[in-house]
């Protein structure tokens, strides 16, 4: 069975850092491009960010562009986005999800807020 | 970047019934389009990847089309567990942007 399984959300003064985790079982991840996406609350869901399988092409949204990094390690099957300089529209659950949208996280919580 | 306009917004709808949710990109994706529900507290699942094929499990009730800009998702008699609300997605360039969504309501 394909799991997906964010960590790392939590509440972070605005200006601070937090680092997103995903790990992935149940699927080939060293084959599979990986997405991030968030959705602020009552919002449309945000793609935030794309990575290929093997970390060599690299998007990001011109929101998050400067401020979020995306990685992985595909040795542990596992995402990541490191986010600095956070700011209160960040604030959103935020989705690990391979690229082509067949399987999600159940989502992780991010609160910016002093 | 690519800009995805959905309509309507909210669609009143019955049980039963036959409803179409429209996606126009600004520009041409090709067939580069995923149709997304969406319940409230859970993530996204996916309908329909490149315009009209339909993701494994998904009820043959849904179906997807359109090339170029403009695109439809067409859902066949309306069953209960079928209101929610409706997103597409581009895949053509980054960023990936989805459509604003398209509640689906009683």
């Known amino acids: 069975e394909v799991q997906l399984v964010e960590s790392g959300g939590g509440l972070v003064q605005p200006g601070g850092s937090l680092r997103l985790s995903c790990a992935a079982s149940?699927?080939?991840?060293?084959?599979?491009?990986m997405i991030w996406v968030r959705q602020a609350p009552g919002k449309g869901p945000e793609w935030v960010s794309h990575i290929d399988n093997s970390g060599g092409s690299i998007h990001y949204a011109d929101s998050v562009k400067g401020r979020f990094t995306i990685s992985r390690d595909n040795a542990k099957s596992s995402l990541y986005l490191q986010m600095s300089s956070l700011r209160a529209e960040d604030t959103a659950v935020y989705y690990c999800?391979?690229?082509?949208?067949?399987?999600w996280g159940q989502g992780t919580l991010v609160t910016v807020s002093s | 970047d690519i800009q995805m306009t959905q309509s309507p917004p909210s669609l009143p709808a019955s049980v039963g019934d036959r409803v179409i949710i429209t996606c126009r990109a600004s520009?041409?994706?090709?067939?580069?389009l995923k149709w997304y529900q969406q319940k409230p507290g859970k993530a996204p699942k996916l309908l329909i990847y490149d315009a009209s094929s339909l993701q494994s499990g998904v009820p043959s009730s849904f179906s997807g089309s359109g090339s170029g800009t403009d695109f439809t998702l067409t859902i066949n008699s309306l069953q209960p567990e079928d209101f929610a609300t409706y997103y597409c997605?581009?895949?053509?360039?980054?960023?990936?942007?989805f459509g604003q969504g398209t509640k689906l309501e009683i």
């Open positions: 997605q581009q895949s053509y360039n980054a960023p990936y942007n």
């Open positions: 149940g699927f080939t991840f060293s084959s599979s491009n």
């Open positions: 520009q041409s994706i090709s067939n580069s």
């Open positions: 999800a391979t690229s082509g949208g067949s399987h």
